[in-house]
């Protein structure tokens, strides 16, 4: 990952800069049950999700963080009424759209990953334009996954080597993890360090199921909508805490 130098602006006290997670990955649950404990809609959850979601972005890039990544909609959220599914697809393009000066001044650099070719051809355009726009940035990288599912990530790598394999162009023996996750969506990006789930739920819901293989796992009951400057501080201090071993003693 080649990324500029980083500011740290506004670090809260008690983080340590040095200690920071590289990248960091949401889980951004709960916008449902935020707007039915309002007697609202369930799906009026999502646009005070995007809201935190901008102030997620904003907060890592303040602080240093090298890599966000957010998982937007997966592969089993077609399953969704399809007023919601066009309510999140309807906000996924206004964010790319409207966010794009910001990202550009903040010199974000966007990727979109999952199955992009499925989606509706105004979002795919918004997508190609904002990662197009964005792909001399060298600020941090912030990846939204749409149409994303870990299991068809890592099918679709299988699928490619093996193809490879069969053109002659690689050896079964020369496979090993850096050939496979050169492979993967995440291709230019270190694993997670941190993986954040919001509203409790302890699952991993076929998010980055080969990047998170080490990363550090924060579950907190707090639901999206609310997920804030001061909810991020919070796990970042949690992670700061952990003792991250890799498998050795
Ligand atoms: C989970 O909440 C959230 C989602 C399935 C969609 C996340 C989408 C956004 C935050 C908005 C759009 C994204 C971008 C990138 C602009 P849920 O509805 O499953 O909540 P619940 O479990 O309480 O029902």
Not at 163 to 186: C, K, M, W
Request: glycine share 6%; with cysteine; proline share 4%.
């Amino acid at each position: 990952m080649t990324t500029k130098p980083t500011v740290l602006k506004e670090l809260p006290a008690d983080l340590k800069r040095d200690r920071l997670p590289r990248h960091v990955a949401v889980i951004m649950d709960g916008n449902g049950r935020w707007a039915k404990r309002r007697g609202l809609p369930r799906i009026m959850g999502h646009p005070r999700g995007v809201d935190s979601l901008r102030e997620a972005v904003r907060c890592c890039d303040d602080w240093g963080i090298q890599a966000l990544t957010v998982y937007a909609f997966s592969t089993e959220n077609w399953n969704r009424p399809q007023q919601e599914v066009m309510l999140i697809m309807t906000l996924i393009e206004q964010f790319l759209r409207r966010e794009l000066p910001e990202m550009m001044e903040r010199d974000i650099r966007l990727k979109l990953m999952g199955n992009l070719s499925a989606l509706p051809a105004s979002l795919q355009a918004a997508m190609e334009q904002s990662m197009n726009a964005t792909s001399n940035n060298r600020g941090m990288q912030f990846t939204v996954a749409t149409n994303y599912g870990g299991r068809q990530e890592i099918l679709q790598a299988c699928r490619t080597i093996a193809h490879q394999v069969q053109q002659g162009a690689l050896s079964p023996d020369e496979i090993d993890e850096s050939v496979f996750e050169r492979h993967l969506y995440t291709a230019s990006i270190c694993d997670p360090d941190l993986l954040i789930r919001t509203s409790g739920e302890m699952r991993i819901s076929n998010f980055l199921l080969w990047q998170v293989a080490y990363s550090e796992i924060y579950i907190t009951e707090t639901l999206w909508p609310d997920f804030n400057r001061d909810e991020l501080r919070r796990a970042l201090l949690a992670y700061q805490q952990r003792e991250r071993r890799f498998g050795k003693v």
